[in-house]
């Protein structure tokens, strides 16, 4: 071929050449479509969508997703109408058989009569960038969801939720704390302590305790007193954690704080009660005893010994009842702080004597041997720690077999005197060792469960003890017997 048709069709061979070397280079989708859109012309490269040489009138089932098509219908319509560059994102089915994403976009050819003769389209496959969306969004919504809980959870709590950040201002308050300032959250959050009303030994005390936290990472609790807006005072008590990140350093401290007033007044209350019964009981106890006392004296004198020997007895039982009566007395004084501790400069031989003495007179159902005591002078009250003595040695009594032999041995350690009670009893489970000591505590044996008591003998020794500025402590195991330390400063 020759002459101009020939030049013509040569450069229209080259232009086609040169669009399927584009077609081949890139590796989105490129395709050509009828003027209407119902038949595809043309569909090459994109390895994501079946290749369509030849003319298509099934596109839109094969490839659009079936949720999407009506959208798609839509788009080009209006791009139809208007003649108008169509754009749009939708879901494609891929030839592996699963979903994807094209962002497609066609532009409309006209003729010289401004006629729609065909479009011309590109699609580039947004898979990867949709599925990262999705991703982001579904981890936006988890977060969002968790914090709807959070949320939930501390906005209907009574108890005050909130974080510190480290410069001792508010990260976050619920709506407790809220409340209880008076403040909404834009007046109280980012401001400090003392911008929310704390009066300033308790902003300083709070501060210095996030400094420990942040220099230790350790728990904190307290308890504290602090005016509510509506309430009036109350007695809080907190519970400051730090938050650590993943490096392992603190980057804010979380705190909980519970209103205890009720139960500090129930407490109380419970308290003024068991002193006031106990004061009630003794009186006649005392008059009872002394009367107990003057009769068995007679008895005695007169000759009869059998009923000399069951006021004897009797008396023993006084002596028991009013030991327990005390040991409630002293809790309610050590309670509201009216336990003294009246130091004065001692022997401990004269001290161990009147325990033996008291021991001996007390305890006949067991050998109590008491070893040969080191010469030390104590710098302590004599009658209260008489008092811890007689506990241990009557708890040693009341909880080991009768005939079993009880021990106890007084020792120096540097300037420490360490006395120890030891007995054959049933011993104690490793677990419950620390809880010995505490207020009403009592083992759940059931051995030692049938046994009476009220659970405050060595909690008032504990007390005594500390007061003291020594310590208490249980050496057991079950089936082997128990022996219980307690240590004092010697005088110098
Ligand atoms: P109480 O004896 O009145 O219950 P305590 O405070 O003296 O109260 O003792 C607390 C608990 O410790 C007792 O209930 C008992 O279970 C246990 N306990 C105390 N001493 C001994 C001991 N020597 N051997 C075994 N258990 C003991």
Redesign the pocket.
Known sequence: MKGPVAAETQGISDSEARYRALVAATSDVVYRMGADWSDIRELGSGDYLSDTKRPSRNWMPQDIHPLDQQMVKDAINEAIRDKKTYALEHRIMLTNGSLGWISSKAVPILNQQGELMEWFGAATDITPRKRMEQALQEARDEAQQHERLYETITSNTPDLIYVFNLDYTFHYANTALLNMWGKTWDEAIGKNLLANGYEPWHAEMHEREIDHIVATKEVVRGEVSFPHATLGRRVYDYILTPVINAQGQVVSVAGTTRDISDIKENERRKGDFISMVSHELKTPLTSATSYVQVAQKRAAEGGDNTTAAMLDRANKQHTKMTRMINGFLNVSRLESGKLQIDPQRFDLADLVADVQEEAESSFATHPIVFDVCPEVFLNADKEKIEQVFN??IS??V???PAGTPINIACQLKDDLLQVSVK?A????HAD?LPL??DRY???K?VE??Q?????????L?AEIVKRHGGQIW?E?EPGRG?I?HFSLPIAQ
């Open positions: 506990n241990l708890n040693a009341k909880y080991s007995d009893g049933p011993g104690i419950e010995l000591f505590y009592r083992v044996e030692t469960k046994i009476s008591g009220f659970g405050i003998g060595l909690y020794c249980a057991s128990s219980f």
